[in-house]
């Protein structure tokens, strides 16, 4: 099984950037479709952005043009560039990963990480 730990969030101001990074250990990363979801409090878990085993990716509309994912499968890796920030874009982001079918038929399971806090204020 794969584990997750993600980084990077903190305190912006609208227009700023930030990049949050997964990192990924236990298991072969290249296995696994990776994506990013947000909450805010009170909220139910939406996605944002993901990218397959692959590489193909998937943007949630509110993010397109302003959010790129990447994976560096070489570090085990999961990237959130998010550029051009805005206040609705302030949650806790979750990196979560979904292993694909070969896996799931040997019994793994899909994994979130323990999640960042984005704030974007003024």
């Known amino acids: 099984q794969v584990q997750l730990v993600e980084s990077g969030g903190g305190l912006v101001q609208p227009g700023g950037s930030l990049r949050l990074s997964c990192e990924a250990s236990g298991s072969i990363f290249t296995t696994y479709n990776m994506g990013w979801y947000r909450q805010d409090p009170g909220k139910q878990r939406e996605l944002v952005a993901q990218?397959?085993?692959?590489?193909?990716?998937n943007y949630a509309d509110s993010v397109k043009g302003r959010f790129t994912i990447s994976r560096d499968n070489a570090e085990n890796t999961l990237y959130l560039q998010m550029n051009s920030l805005k206040p609705e874009d302030t949650a806790v982001y979750y990196c979560?990963?979904?292993?694909?079918?070969?896996?799931?038929?040997?019994?793994?399971?899909?994994?979130w990480g323990q999640g960042t806090l984005v704030t974007v204020s003024s």
């Open positions: 979560n990963a979904k292993p694909i079918k070969v896996l799931i038929a040997l019994g793994y399971r899909e994994v």
């Open positions: 990218i397959t085993s692959g590489g193909s990716t």
